[in-house]
């Protein structure tokens, strides 16, 4: 049974893809921090092995035994990326390549890495720059956290050779229900300030353009990597998502299904000025090399968030834990409130804690 190191396992990308993983058979080693606790891994907790380490101290005896390394860790967005620039390389860049490195040398031939499409955003000012990008296009990231993840990308592209294997995966934005929730993804954010507020804002009018991706397609876009011939994905940069849309259209398909579903929202535009992101994107290639298609639409994601939310109860939409930056701002101010000298973004003072098969709560 093949065994895959995944780094990052109980997030929100992670956790689906663990359970995706499992039902296809593979043996599933998740090495994760626990920022945001180890809810993800409720349903299968007794199906994995669970390492709690720092991604920055991964180890050579992690590798023990695994096949190929999917690394869905680090900081995930803009706003956590500028909140700690340090932390957002240490993880997204330096170690993304170590972990590389390291399998490299246990033998690990294939490597795949959580990339972003957001390394091709160029803004909405300038329209001569709107066009869909594909993996050979010319990007200059200019973001924290696009241009960690786009070194990242280099370093590992420069380690090919006839002994290793990356693979990079730029994924769009990812929406849909997680056992690890997030409403700080755009479609995640719709839904929870429609059940919460009534309403849906639209930064900007919502003119700017963003790929989309459901996160159950994301994770069939890594199983789809994992289990290609060498060759089709040796050294290979590929997109995923489903479509590319103006955000307010995605807001109107978002209120549509809600109206459908019985639930009254309205949709407000917002002029006021702040930074935004537009980009578009071509997945024409992993879907002539790979055949692999995105396949849930936002309207079926919202459809099941909506049951998902309501089958589990879940009542307080707003609660920190759901955003990367606001659930880490609580745990730093936790950190001074009992006294500590050091950030949540610290290294632990201990190497790394081996969990046993059942994970502590």
Known sequence: MPKILLVGGAGYIGSVLSQELLERGYAVRILDRFFFGDQGLAAIRDRVEVVQADMRRIEAAHLEGVDTVINVGGLSNDPTAEYNPAANYEMNTAAAVRLAELARSAGVRRYLLASSCSVYDQGIADDQRDIVYDEDAVVRPRAAYAVSKYEAEQ??????GADFCPVILRKGTVYGFSPRMRFDLVVNTFVRDALANGNIVLFRGGEMWRPLV????????????????????????????????????????????????GIDVDVRPDYS???????????????????????????????????????RKVEDLNHPKYE??????????????????GSVFDLPAATVTTLPRRAQR
């Not at 396949?295 to 919202?302: S, W």
């Not at 990367?324 to 000298?341: K, M, P, T």
């Open 155 to 160: 370093h590992l592209l420069a380690m090919a």
């Open 214 to 261: 459901d996160v159950h397609d994301v994770a069939r876009a890594y199983i789809a990597c994992v289990g290609a011939d060498e060759p089709a994905v040796h050294g290979q940069i590929f997109n995923v998502a489903n479509c590319n849309m103006r955000i307010s259209e995605l807001a109107l398909r978002v209120r549509t299904t809600l109206r459908d579903l």
């Open 273 to 311: 000025y702040r930074g935004v992101r537009s980009y578009r994107v071509s997945t024409r290639k992993i879907e002539r090399v790979l055949g692999f298609k995105a396949e849930v639409p936002v309207e079926d994601a919202v459809r099941d968030m909506l049951g998902q939310l309501r089958d």
């Open 324 to 341: 990367n930056i606001r659930w880490l701002r609580v745990l730093e101010e936790a950190e001074a409130i009992l006294g500590s000298s």
